[in-house]
Each structure stands twice: as structure tokens, then as C-alpha cells.
């Protein structure tokens, strides 16, 4: 593979666009960008720019694609799947300066930010006024809306209120030729085809969002909160079940097993005990609902095996077991010096037996896996521990990744519920889809990038087309010219 050097010529027209001290080509400076929340795969950008307005986007595109440079859009880097991870050769456009709230119409619920804005920051702004913005993924505090957007990132609360395609009404896009286009808008079901929603969850591979209209929500006048402990994930997994067929829709409902719970106790000093698994379910709406509904999921729980239910007596206390649950990734550190987030999807009734089948690989693979995750839609995240000092284990904790999400698709579920494909599960899409089904995602790609810039080698599996164009197979000219090899 080439890897094209970034003319100096090229790198002084990026700066007289951004600014001299936005644009990075300092090969010790780069190193921040090589890689997103997925640390165990790297590549240095040849260049990082960060613009500041949608026009400097534009431009900055433009300069990069008539050069034939990949472009790698970036937001804060927590993506778990190598979205954000540069390719060789690539300019990296960061969104992390374009972090201006445009417009707030708390009367329409809506709110239009940039999309380096952090998750979190948009329910901040529009708290006072009663609303919010439900996707919250556990990262909400430090990922972007553009990442988010790009992911189509859900999180706990995403079971009753979706994820976030539920909550994009308008986008505008930078594409490959610098084009400035306006997807979507605030008026519901517009006519012609829905590219809104393509671009939800687009991965960074059709354009670069520079201005996200976000759909807000009323707070809700009531949420109940239960943390229950049960001997083993078995009966936790029935009473998650039973709790969905007896019709309530809780507004979260996260299941941690002994080794998460052990994990989150050491990170966080909660003092929760020592047991098979845990649930932790919040039940939000009107007061008088909520008291019914989360009476009665706690009758459930006792049910099916709960050992002790837990109240909290205040919001603190509230707020204390969910940073219990949110932390549960990065508190991994406490109990493994490495871990790998694993992100798959199963039906919801499978996940006692999905469970017990992870625990029977692991132990094959001689390691250890840990599991937190939205139980309410089936989306588990094995934490796949290892020490990547220990010859082998690094491979064998992939291994056993890709293994845990075959078992998920064979459960009829899929090899990714929020975390995205990125680089990391692109040849895993072959376990999902048939050739007609990528070629047929490949040809949207390549509807609105046809150049290939953004994001190549990510989502699909190794390319069988030239540069991922569908079609009959032609040589790319670098093949030709014997500077590039098809691998
Ligand atoms: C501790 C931890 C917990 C997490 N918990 C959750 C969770 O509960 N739910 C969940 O869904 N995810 C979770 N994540 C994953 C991650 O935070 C999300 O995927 C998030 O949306 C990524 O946002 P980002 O700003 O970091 O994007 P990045 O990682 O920078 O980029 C992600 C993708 O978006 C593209 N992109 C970024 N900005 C733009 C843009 N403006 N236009 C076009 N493409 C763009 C990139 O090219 C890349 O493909 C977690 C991650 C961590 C580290």
C-alpha cells in the first residue's frame, strides 16, 4: 500500500484556510490522532485540520479531494470500532472547534448546534427551560454530535425514546467536492427520498456534518429508579424479560454481571455487593404511571429471583448508581489492564442462554469477559479482558470478540447495536450480508461519494471492487503504475 506524502504546497493552502496553528503536521503532534477509543489498531494521519465554520469545511474538502486524498472525519475520538482511525495517507478533518449552539426553539423543541458540540452540553443548554435531549450514550459527557450522528449512537435511555435517528430533524453536509447540501428540515415527512436517515449512521463515509438540527424532549414530571441484585444473569434475564411482557416500557433497564459490578464497585466505592448480576431500571412519565409501573417491575424482580431491591433514597443517590453503570467501561481498568468492548445485538429473550454461551468461549479462550450492558433491547457488550503484555492474548481476546458476535448473529441478532462497523467489524459483515446486500449499500456510498474520499476501508468487508466501487472489477491506475497492491 502507498502511502502519499502530503505536499508542503498543499499543507500551506489547508493553513492559509484554517489558520497556521489548526493545521497539524508534526509528526510528534499527529500521534494524538492515530487512533480513536479503539487504542489496539493505529495509523498516523499525513495531516489533521481543523476548521472552524461549514465554509472552511468546504473548502478544506475540496483541497484535500482534488489532491486525491482520503478524508477522515473526527469528532472527539471515543468511537469504539476505529470510525475516527485515520488511513494511510489521509487528512483528518476535525470537528472539535466547531462547537457553536446556533439556534434554540424550546416552542418547536428544537435545537441547531455544530456538530463538535458534546451530548451533554445540549441538554445543559436547554435544562432551565424543562427540556433535554434523550440519546445518551455512557460517552455523553466528552463524544460529539457529530459522532453521534455518524454512529447513530443510542444509549440506556434509548429502549423508550430511540436512538438518534429517532432525534435528527435536519443536517447540513459538506460533500466530496466541497458542496455545501441541506438534509432534512423542521417540517415532518418531507417529500423525495429520505437521505436524512441515510446519513444517520453513515460512519463518516458519505460527508461531513457541519450543522445538526436536534429534536429536544419535555422532561419527564416523574422517574423511579431500582437497582435489584439476583444470584446469576439467568434470573436477572427473566426478570427483564417478564417485566417487558407485562407491557411496561421502562425508560432504561441495564444488566451488569458479577465481574462489571466487581469492576464499577472499585472504581466508583458504591458499595454494591457480590453477586451473579444486577439490574438497574428507571421508569419516567407522569407521577402516577411511574409509582404503578415501578411497584409493579419490582414485583417481577422478586419474582424471579431478585436478593435485595434498592430504592434510592434521593436524586444523588440516583445519580451515584448511574455514574455505577456509565463508568462500567473505562472501570474496567480496575480489574484488567486491557479490555475490548465488544457490541452486539440479540433477542431480548435469549440473553440468559447468549450469556452462558459467552461464559463457555471464554473459558475455551482461557479469559475472562465481562458484561454491562442495554438489556431492554438485547444489546450486550461482552468486555473481553486481557493483557496485551502477555504474548498471544491480544489475538486470542479478538478471537473471542469475533467469535461472541458470530454467536449473536446465529441468535438471530447482529454485529452491532450503537458502536458502528468502522474498521473494526468490516469483515464481520459478511457474517450478516450477502453480496447483493453490500453492493447495494456500496452503490448509496457511492451515490453521494463517488470519488470514494471519506472513510475508505471502513464498513465494508475487503474490498472486492476497486476501491469499493460496484461493478466489474478495474484496476485502480496506482495498481497499474505498480505503486499500490490489491490486498
Ligand atoms: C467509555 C465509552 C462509553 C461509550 N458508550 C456508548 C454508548 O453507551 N452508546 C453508544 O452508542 N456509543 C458509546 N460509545 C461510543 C462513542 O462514544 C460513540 O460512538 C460516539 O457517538 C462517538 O462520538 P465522537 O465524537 O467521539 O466521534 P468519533 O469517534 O470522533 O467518530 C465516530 C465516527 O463518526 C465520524 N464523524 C465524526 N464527526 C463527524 C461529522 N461531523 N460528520 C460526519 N462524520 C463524522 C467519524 O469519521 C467516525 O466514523 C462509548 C465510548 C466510550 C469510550
Known sequence: MVRPAVAPDLVHRMAAVVGAEHCISDPADLLVYECDGLTHGRTTPALVVLPATTDEVARVVKLASEAGLPIVPRGAGTGLSGGARPVPGCVVVGLSRMTRVLGVDLENG????????INLDVSRTVQAGGYYYAPDPSSQGVCTVGGNVAENSGGAHCLKYGFTVNHVLAARVVLDGGEVVDLGGPALDPPGYDLLAVLVGSEGMLGI???????????PEATRTFFATFPSTDEAGAAVSGIIAAGILPAAIEMMDRLAIAAARAATGLDWPDVGAALLMDADGATAEVEHVSRRAVEIARAAGALEIRIPRDEAERQLMWKGRKCAFAAMGRISPNYLVEDGVIPRSE????????????EEAGLRVANVFHAGDGNLHPLVLYDARAPGEEERAAALGREILRLCVRYGGSITGEHGVGAEKAAAMADMFGPDDLETMARVRWGFDPRGRFNPGKVFPTPRLCGERPGPYQPHPLELAGQAERW
Open 110 to 117: 428544537t435545537i441547531r448546534v455544530e456538530p463538535g458540540v
Open 209 to 219: 456534518a457541519t450543522e445538526v438540527t436536534l429534536r429536544l424532549l419535555r422532561k
Open 351 to 362: 440473553i440468559a442462554r447468549v450469556l452462558r454461551d459467552i461464559g463457555r468461549l471464554a
